[in-house]
């Protein structure tokens, strides 16, 4: 091995760890539902995922497990010999159904309990200590007949026990619920993991619905994974009836109905890419398709809230002379000036408004968008809710003094102008050494 990459994959490691930092502190005492298909244990993928949750469980998140058991009921229901039925994409499930159903379920329970239970030296799992709780959480009642089919032992959720959950949760426990729930008259019922991981999120008010699936999450007509919809995206999606992958239409819907119900984010993400968990909770970009209630990104007028988000955003620009200097009192004697592109709760994007009404213009000034956030026209969209902002206020001109983004300002229709076409007061403050260039646009 090269110095050269001795040296680049450690300092690669530090930076990652250091912008883990901040989810790290958001996500202690948080509680995540994850929800995944049986294909996970049965095809082998279960023991790192078990090392993903063990770090989870590790940071203080508070999780709780939804299996399912598909591949294995079938199985069952193969070497048994009975009949394979699905009605509208659910299973009917008889009483041989049932019978296996019962099997398959507990075999895949019981395995996933002994994979988390690892505590194999010099592996992840060294000294992790997890306990796993398993119970009778979920209440649940039948389908009964759906366009002319008694699914007979097919049920739907009834009711989650969120106080046994929690007491659970609270000692640092990982609950493990299956696909299966019984009724207050001791009857079982066969339930499809999505239906049971929503509900669940939903009673317990998660901060996260997670699905791990077949595909990467959603994409659009071209086949773009999209990162990030909104519920009513979502529903406008599930509403064209466009064809949709079969994990995509089981899990996108059930997403869609936790954030409507409280779930403050859901995510889509693929099975098969290894640390998928990882990359989509502890990196900005992520690697699935997340859903809000709300969209992530907002502009809007600050607030003296924000002078701390402004000050982290603007010190690099100002170390490197792009920007001049604000002081913090400055900044909140003056904040009723400023608005802030806010994405996730991240400032990362502002300017500022300063109106010379005698000449019917304004400043733009202090404008800047956080590197890692260009180039999603993102400074366009914060261009014009500035233009928008000056026009309100009956002004008819935006001027901005620049040293070193001209060329993007021309390329947004603003004309190069001399010293002598700022208003008055302004041409009073002009700082000759500092040397800006004058760019002016009529509103």
């Known amino acids: 091995m090269s110095s050269k990459s001795q040296i680049t994959k450690p300092a690669q490691f530090v930076h990652w760890f250091r912008s883990a930092a901040p989810y790290i502190h958001a996500f202690r005492g948080k509680t995540f539902v994850v929800g995944f298909g049986g294909e996970i ?10 090392q993903d949750f063990n ?3 590790s940071l203080g998140v508070r999780l709780v497990l939804v299996h399912g058991a598909r591949p294995q009921i079938e199985e069952e229901l193969t070497e048994r010999g009975a009949e394979i039925r699905y009605a509208g994409g659910m299973r009917v499930t008889d009483e041989d159904a049932l019978k296996c159903v019962k099997e398959a379920a507990g075999t895949v329970r019981v395995e996933i309990e002994a994979l988390l239970s690892m505590g194999l030296a010099n592996s992840p799992m060294a000294g992790a200590d997890i ?5 009778n959480f979920v209440t649940a009642k039948p389908m009964g007949v759906r366009n002319g089919i008694d699914l007979m032992h097919t049920g739907e959720v009834r009711k989650i026990d969120t106080l046994a959950i929690r007491r659970r949760l609270e000692v640092s426990e990982i609950v493990l619920l299956s696909p299966l729930g019984v009724s207050p008259t001791g009857e079982i019922f066969n339930l499809t993991l999505e239906d049971v991981a929503t509900a669940t999120a939903i009673a317990l008010d998660a901060d996260k619905l997670i699905f791990l699936m077949e595909t990467g999450g959603v994409t659009d007509l071209e086949g773009e994974l999209l990162r990030e919809l909104t519920t009513a995206e979502a529903e406008g999606m599930l509403a064209a009836r466009t064809p ?6 089981y899990f996108l819907p059930a997403a869609t109905r936790a954030c409507r119900n409280g779930v403050a984010r859901a995510h889509l993400v693929s099975r098969h890419v290894e640390g998928a968990l990882l990359q989509e909770l502890f990196t900005r970009e992520g690697i699935g398709t997340m859903i809000t209630e709300d969209p992530l990104e907002t502009l809007r007028e600050a607030t ?3 002078v701390g988000g402004i000050l982290a955003l603007i010190e690099p620009l100002e170390g490197e002379g792009i920007l001049v200097r604000r002081s913090r009192e400055l900044l909140e004697m003056e904040i009723e000036r400023f608005s802030v592109l806010e994405y996730d709760g991240v400032t990362i994007g502002c300017a500022a408004l300063y109106p010379f009404p005698e000449a019917q213009a304004a400043e733009l000034a202090c404008f800047a968008v956080s590197s890692a956030y260009r180039g999603a026209g993102r400074g366009e969209a914060l261009l014009d809710y500035m233009r928008a902002r000056a026009k309100r206020m009956g002004l008819t001109r935006l001027f901005v003094l620049t040293t070193r983004t001209a060329h993007w300002f021309v390329e947004r229709g603003f004309a190069e102008a001399g010293v002598e076409s700022l208003p008055q007061a302004k041409q009073g403050l002009y700082n000759y050494q500092r040397r800006s260039k004058v760019f002016i646009k009529t509103l």
């Open 304 to 306: 003296i809230d924000d």
């Open 41 to 50: 244990v049965s095809e082998g993928q279960f023991t790192e995922l078990a």
């Open 55 to 57: 770090l989870l469980n």
């Open 131 to 135: 306990r796993v709780a398993s119970g």
């Open 244 to 249: 949709l992958p079969d994990d995509v239409g």
